[in-house]
């Protein structure tokens, strides 16, 4: 692979970005971002959370048109590229949601990916499926091409959907955090496939928060910073620490922020919860106030679907949930809410805020009775409240009338997490809280929930990413299979931890 | 919620229609046939009150003409029976508020969709009055008559009824948290779940609500005639909704006020007498309502292509 990188330096570039600039309103989304790719290459970008990456990924596949700069795509000039033009010039966006039509089937969606001759086509039902068939294979995808895709898993989708820029040819292709749901086989998989298409030529831009993912893969790094491109170096020239500053423009600690004192007293208990729509079985378990637990497992062992159990979205079938020591009844989120219980959920950008309201609307949506007990609503005080929450979190906004859908995903994942703070709940359930959120985000984000523990609140955080599970939690619950596997200590060793969730009958319970 | 854009093109159209009236047809500003005209709109306001919070929740009633038949004729036959007014009114909101609630049981509680629901409800409850009443008609009582005001003194009772309700109801819709919620549901009924709201309660509430409405109107129209028409109310579902869609609600839900559903219907039922005015033959008073309602929703559709965001 380190061959492949170098050779192409003398090539004509696959694509070409030369001072690129987009502003929105009054938002510079992009200054001045100057980006190429070579045939044959792994190009990663990386960049906070509002650093311009989700704009220039607009700008690349023809989404969004350049207010400056110049396009080059295999060494031509483009002008004015629409969607439509940069799929014909081979180029392809694999997002984080795979965007297939659910009820087709994969080989109808491959097939209509690569575009019907024209619509009073007869549809080649056989050539379709053998074009699915060959395709698929080379991705590695172990699924029938007539398979519906609403029944296929995430990572399934996401090798379709790889199949189908294969398919159509595509020159360039962007991958949008495409691990950020997948188990670690399946991410050695994906990889598989990356380097393969690599192999053919192919330049893959590589969008990734992991960094150990971009040393694993990728052969040149651009950082974006504020919407310019900061620098492009060599993977093997840099090493994390430089990325990290360049980042950020300063230099982050990646300590973990400690645990102060023992435990109080128990607030959560959930004795042998059962709930036959979540896959939960059998579930006991305590938390304690000021204690953050950390819930560890792979993709689909259980732990959304223990925390929507908790807070009333699916309740529990069987079994007792117990606040400091009284048995109460959760069968709406209402119920948890009304009992000091928050839930902040993963998928936020859909329902985590109300995308058309405003930010200090979002922030009060679930405490109304707590912080208007005359029953109207001020809006001098909400204001007042939404300000200090934007300026202590340090949200990015233009201000507390903008609504929510005008933020960046990690701006909104703090509206999200400010409406909680003001409810002051007893328990906390925070579900990959920094998922998607960039590393200076990150670690204010870890500060704030250790700090929230410190105060006494009872935190349960859902993580896939193992150093900040162990990192963070002042005991790990390992989850497989819908039930709780093992409880494990902080700090305990990344290995047990994953033992035990892959199902390692040595690693249950063993440490202390 | 933000700012008062919404509300600016029906209420610059409706500018627009009274200036073109006041420099060429000045005759159209006198004050009885204003007042009859307000007070036969009276309850239709009241209805788009109603409505608008509806469709804010992203739902919508077509059932509402054929419960103010119901409502008309229930509370015309106790009129009828000489129960005294105001216990007549009270039944009529009453039954009103049953019959949404229904609607409301449905739509929120067995998650129908509301177009087909209202629609069965709507069929249902006209046929099912044309079956009992076989189209006869109500005789009212002479004391039922504008509440036994006096025909001015009613009218103007009437009309400042609709507009206090239009009033209160706009700025529960902006002060109450239970307004806010309608809002929140309508936009995003799931993330306002997730954030310890109740949207079934809403939903079934918004439609009672909008039943006990269709029985106030119900009853604030029986007043002004010495009969109840079973047939009343054929129709009024589509003026009351053009009114809202017109005064800038966005149909997807979570957009809008009170106060541009009023201007809209303001300017709608304005036009008729207007064209009498401008010595326009009637009959293009639906093509010229059906060109603003048209107008109104290409607006909101250029409107939802502006607000995209990156």
């Keep these: ?512 | 919620m933000k700012g008062h854009l919404r509300e600016l093109s029906p209420a610059f159209a409706l500018a627009a229609l009274l200036l073109l009236l006041a420099a060429f047809a000045p005759g159209f500003y006198q004050l009885h046939p204003l007042l009859s005209l307000f007070t036969r709109e009276a309850p239709t306001l009241v209805m788009v009150c109603g409505m608008s919070l509806i469709i804010i929740c992203r739902q919508i009633d077509i059932s509402v003409g054929s419960q103010f038949a119901i409502c008309s004729v229930c509370a015309g036959l106790l009129a009828a029976m000489h129960w005294p007014l105001a216990l007549v009114l009270v039944a009529s909101v009453v039954l009103g508020a049953v019959m949404g609630s229904i609607n409301g049981l449905l739509v929120a509680v067995l998650q129908l969709p509301c177009i087909v629901v209202t629609l069965a409800t709507m069929v249902t409850w006209r046929q099912g009055l044309n079956w009992l009443r076989q189209g006869e008609f109500v005789n009212l009582p002479d004391n039922a008559q504008w509440f036994g005001l006096g025909q001015v003194a009613g009218q103007c009772a009437l009309i400042s009824a609709a507009l206090i309700l239009l009033a209160l109801m706009a700025f529960a819709a902006r002060h109450l948290a239970a307004g806010r919620y309608i809002y929140a549901v309508g936009s995003d009924a799931e993330a306002a779940r997730l954030a310890g709201i109740r949207p079934k309660r809403v939903t079934f509430a918004t439609f009672a609500l909008m039943g006990a409405l269709t029985g106030l109107a119900a009853m604030m129209n029986l007043v002004q005639s010495p009969q109840v028409d079973p047939k009343s109310g054929t129709g009024l579902e589509l003026k009351v909704i053009a009114a809202v869609v017109v005064g800038g609600v966005a149909i997807s839900g979570g957009r809008g006020t009170l106060w541009g559903p009023f201007l809209g219907l303001l300017l709608l039922v304005a036009i008729g007498p207007a064209l009498t005015q401008l010595h326009v033959e009637a009959y293009w008073e639906k093509a010229l309502q059906g060109a603003i309602i048209l107008l109104a929703v290409v607006a909101e559709g250029l409107r939802n292509r502006k607000e995209k965001v990156y």
């Design chain 1, 1 to 512: 692979m380190e061959t492949s990188a170098k050779n192409s330096d003398r090539l004509t570039p696959l694509l070409r970005l030369n001072s690129i600039a987009k502003a929105f309103g009054a938002v510079n989304a992009l200054k001045g971002v100057s980006f190429d790719l070579q045939p044959g290459e792994v190009h990663a970008l990386l960049g906070e959370n509002g650093a311009g990456k989700s704009t220039l990924i607009k700008i690349i596949t023809g989404a969004h048109q350049p207010d400056s700069g110049a396009i080059e795509i295999a060494g031509e000039s483009v002008s004015r590229l629409t969607p439509a033009m940069a799929r014909k010039l081979g180029i392809a966006c694999i997002y984080q949601q795979p965007a297939l039509f659910l009820d087709l089937t994969v080989a109808e969606n491959i097939a209509l990916r690569l575009g019907a001759k024209n619509a009073l086509h007869r549809v080649q039902w056989k050539e379709n499926r053998e074009n699915a068939e060959k395709f698929l294979r080379r991705v590695g995808a172990s699924v029938a091409p007539d398979a519906e895709v609403r029944r296929l898993s995430m990572p399934e989708q996401q090798l379709v959907e790889i199949a189908c820029a294969i398919g159509a040819g595509a020159r360039i292709v962007i991958m949008d955090e495409p691990t950020a749901s997948l188990t670690q086989k399946e991410q050695l998989l994906l990889y598989k496939v990356v380097r393969d298409l690599r192999g053919h030529g192919v330049g893959v831009i590589y969008i990734s928060h992991r960094l150990e993912e971009i040393f694993a893969l990728a052969d040149r790094v651009t950082v974006l910073r504020d919407g310019e491109s900061v620098a492009t170096n060599n993977v093997d020239d840099i090493d994390e620490t430089a990325l990290i500053r360049m980042m950020v423009g300063r230099e982050i600690s990646q300590v973990y922020p400690l645990s102060q004192g023992a435990p109080g007293k128990t607030v959560l208990t959930l004795r042998g919860i059962n709930c036959e729509a979540g896959g939960i079985r059998d579930i006991s378990l305590e938390v304690c106030a000021g204690e953050i637990l950390g819930l560890a497992g792979l993709v689909g062992a259980g732990r959304t679907e223990l925390a929507r159990v908790i807070f009333g979205v699916t309740p529990a079938d069987a079994g007792e949930i117990l606040l400091n020591g009284t048995t109460i009844f959760i069968d709406t989120p209402a119920d948890a809410v009304a009992h000091g219980i928050a839930y902040l959920p993963e998928d936020r950008r859909r329902h985590g805020v109300i995308l058309e309201m405003p930010i200090a609307a979002n922030m009060t949506m679930a405490v109304h009775q707590k912080i208007f007990p005359q029953s109207w609503l001020r809006f001098a005080a909400e204001r007042e409240l939404a300000d200090d929450y934007i300026r202590d979190l340090g949200i990015k906004a233009p201000g507390h009338d903008a609504t929510a859908s005008s933020l960046s995903g990690g701006n909104q994942q703090k509206v999200a997490l400010a409406r909680w703070l003001v409810a002051k709940p007893k328990v906390l359930i925070l579900d990959e809280p920094t998922q998607g959120v960039d590393v200076g985000a990150k670690v204010e984000i870890h500060k704030l929930i250790r700090s929230l523990a410190a105060k006494g609140l009872a935190v349960i955080m859902i993580s896939s990413d193992l150093p900040e599970i162990i990192g963070m939690s002042d005991r790990i619950a390992v989850m497989r299979g819908g039930t709780i596997v093992a409880q494990l200590p902080g700090g305990s060793d990344a290995h047990s931890v994953m033992a035990a969730a892959l199902g390692q009958r040595e690693a249950e319970g063993t440490h202390s």
